[in-house]
């Protein structure tokens, strides 16, 4: 039985025997010891105080007194404060090594769930840029994290194909186009529409501009302004079913799917489930209509519905514009009721920017005061946004950083390191150039998922593909290190070494052999915070220990052949654990570097 849990147990007795009081397991935390003080594993004992109704001193004591008694894995303990300090067995660690198996490293959930993760959401009337990287790597992280630990995970993307700002990218190409197409143009259709988008904006302030010189207010002049005004009659003659508006509407949406879809493949990005709003939207105002009829929403004078949230510390919330068309929240209602009516998921994940908090606290509230059954299933996951040392992205005047130029830029910047390195001169150019990749598109997930999805990022690429920092790169070269040794050593992947239960452990190697059998609480704690920075960091501190090992023991150059298989496959489970939790990031990693 794993230390863990065994540790859980004996304190749930301890708890039973010593202060007559029941515990859960959820309330017992066990950490890795502060490295400035004596130990193993922690058991953080302030939590379970207003079980034994001792000091925290007292409390710890009793404890791992029992605990010493209970579990010969336990060699002595030490209490600072609220900390009982454990120190563990070598021979622990020993066996723990002799039995690892990459394929049952894991611990599995007991209360699996089926949870819809969705994610990307893209607009198409522009190609993906640096935000929506952050929003893909985020979900597909997530997605990997909860499905490795035993729930079953839909992923899905709504693609925003209606509304305004697509009728902006369509109204300024059949105004300016001159039937332009990807394949005249040879340019991805993504980056095609997108283009007409921030054309349709230059234009609009001209117009509004010009309006404004004669007199108009700036309010009227956005109002009146020739581009506004044609967007907003073809959004209208959209949602009539206007022949000739919904063939170039379906023409332009295929060109940028086609072009997303790439930019997909490339980054290792695939989906269980596509929605498209365009068919999820009449849905909604199916149900706001039927909200309408049972008085739950309210029509103004204008003919406009509204959701009268006063009641909960909100305001008023427009549903339906007075001309009918429907807005973003009318969509994602009739969205969250075809994402339950096809999974039933017990947890329906959004993962949207920061800005959005107030829309989906709407939303939610919405659902409940529609009395949906799955109202209280919505979680929305908010990141934060991503700039650039110069400053912030502007999509409508075209200052973004395209995600398919920001990959061509990693890869060909760890090309020219590879190249300048004169580490793989027997490297042929399809193997450099895939080598290429891998690295740069490394350096670039690693980069976004190592902080706190909470938080904003500036993005440095040359910072994020630096080999001897907190980086993607850094880990990849630590898994090569590991894989030469082995080649060194003639290991083939299928080998395990032999070695005796006798070995003299150092205190890199105990550390290095705590960190591997950390990684099950890591993932753990990456699933409850739904943040994969927990999982990066993790693994960066296994790549770092690891090289202080590398640099500081013997390994191939060990005469004592138990000694020297020990340290091999010690190597082999540190390089099984940074495989598996690099590929929890969409990560690789190189067998060469």
Same mark, same amino acid.
């Given at each position: 039985?794993?230390?863990?849990q065994?540790?859980k147990n ?6 039973k025997e ?11 935390q066990?950490?890795e ?12 004992i ?10 925290p ?9 029992f ?7 336990v ?5 600072v !404060? @609220?900390?009982?300090n454990l120190?563990?067995?070598d021979v622990?660690?020993i ?14 959930t007991t209360?699996p769930?089926k949870?819809?993760?969705e994610?990307?959401?893209p607009n ?5 840029h ?12 997530i997605?990997?994290i909860m ?9 899905a993307?709504l ?6 700002h697509?009728?902006k ?8 186009g ?7 143009t040879?340019t991805k259709?993504?980056h095609l529409?997108?283009k ?8 609009y302030?001209?117009e509004v501009e ?20 044609g ?15 919904i063939?170039?509407?379906k023409?332009?949406n295929n060109w940028?799917c086609?072009g ?5 493949k ?17 849905? @909604?105002?199916?149900i706001v209509?039927?909200g309408?009829? !049972?008085?739950?929403f309210?029509?103004k ?9 006063k ?10 514009r ?11 209602? @009739?969205?969250a009721?075809?994402k ?6 017990d ?5 949207v @920017? ?11 509230l ?6 949906m ?5 919505i979680?929305?996951l ?5 700039d650039?040392?110069?400053g912030?992205?502007?999509?409508r005047?075209?200052?973004v950083?395209?995600?398919d ?8 910047t760890?090309?020219?390191?590879i190249?300048d390195?004169? !580490?793989?001169?027997?490297?042929a150019?399809d193997e450099i150039k ?5 690295i740069?598109?490394?350096a ?5 998922? !190592?902080?706190?999805i909470?938080k904003?990022i500036?993005?440095?690429p ?7 920092g ?7 070269y630590?898994y090569?290190?590991?894989k ?5 050593a ?5 080998e ?5 239960e006798n ?11 705590r ?10 704690d990456a ?8 999982i ?13 090992f ?18 091999i496959q ?12 690099m590929?929890?990031l969409?990560i ?5 570097m």
């Open positions: 039985m794993d230390i863990n065994s540790l004996a304190t749930v007795e301890a708890f010593i202060f007559d009081a029941e515990i859960k397991e959820n309330v017992i066990i950490e010891t502060n490295p400035d003080f004596a130990g193993d594993l922690t058991i953080v302030f939590p379970l105080l207003r079980y034994s109704r001792r000091s001193e007292e409390t710890a004591n009793k404890v791992g007194d605990i010493k008694e209970k579990l010969t894995e060699e002595s303990f030490d209490v !404060k @609220g900390f009982l120190i563990i067995a622990y660690w066996k723990f090594l002799k039995n690892f198996d990459k394929n049952s490293i894991i611990n599995k209360e769930k949870i819809l993760v994610y990307s959401s198409t009337n522009k190609p993906l640096l935000g929506h990287i952050r929003n893909n790597l985020i979900g597909q992280s997605s990997k499905d490795v630990s035993g729930h079953k995970v839909i992923q993307n693609i925003n194909d209606r509304g305004i697509i009728c990218s369509m109204y300024a190409w059949m105004k300016y001159k039937n332009e197409t990807p394949e005249s040879n259709g993504d529409i997108g007409y988008y921030v054309l349709f904006e230059t234009k302030k001209e010009k309006l404004k010189e004669k007199g108009f207010l700036k309010d009227e002049a956005e109002q009146q302004a020739e581009s506004i005004k967007a907003k009659k073809l959004l209208q003659e959209w949602e009539r079913g206007d022949d000739k508006v063939k170039v509407w023409k332009l940028t086609e997303f879809e790439k930019t997909y490339r980054m290792g990005i695939s989906f269980d489930k596509i929605y498209l709003e365009s068919d999820t939207y009449l849905k @909604g105002k199916e209509i039927e309408l009829d !049972k008085k739950l309210f029509r004078k204008d003919a406009s519905v509204w959701c009268d949230l009641d909960k510390g909100l305001d008023e919330k427009l549903l339906l007075s001309d009918g068309t429907s807005v973003y929240i009318t969509q994602d209602i @009739g969205t009721q075809i339950y009516d096809d999974y039933k998921a947890k329906s994940v959004y993962i @920017g920061n800005e959005q908090i107030y829309h989906f606290d709407v939303l939610k919405i659902l409940q005061k529609l009395d059954p799955y109202a209280d299933t979680f929305h908010p990141y934060g946004m991503v650039l040392p110069e912030k992205m502007k999509s005047e075209g200052k950083v395209d995600a130029d920001l990959m061509d830029e990693m890869t060909e760890a090309k020219n390191y190249i390195s004169g !580490k793989v001169d027997d490297l150019v895939k080598l290429s990749e891998l740069g598109l490394g670039l997930k690693f980069f976004i998922l !190592k902080t706190d909470k904003n500036t993005f440095n040359k910072e994020s593909i630096d080999f001897q907190h980086t993607g790169p850094f880990v990849q630590s090569a290190r590991i030469s040794i082995l080649r060194k003639k290991i083939s992947d299928s395990k070494p032999d070695f005796n070995v003299s452990l150092q205190e890199i190697e105990k550390s290095l052999l960190k591997v059998h950390n990684l099950n609480k890591s993932i753990s699933e409850k915070e739904f943040d994969p920075s927990v990066a960091n993790y693994v960066f501190q296994l790549a770092k220990m690891y090289n202080k590398y640099h500081e023991i013997h390994i191939l150059k060990e005469k004592d052949e138990e000694l020297k298989n020990f340290r010690l190597s082999i489970a540190v390089s099984e654990v940074i495989k598996k939790m590929s929890l969409g690789d990693v190189p067998e060469k």
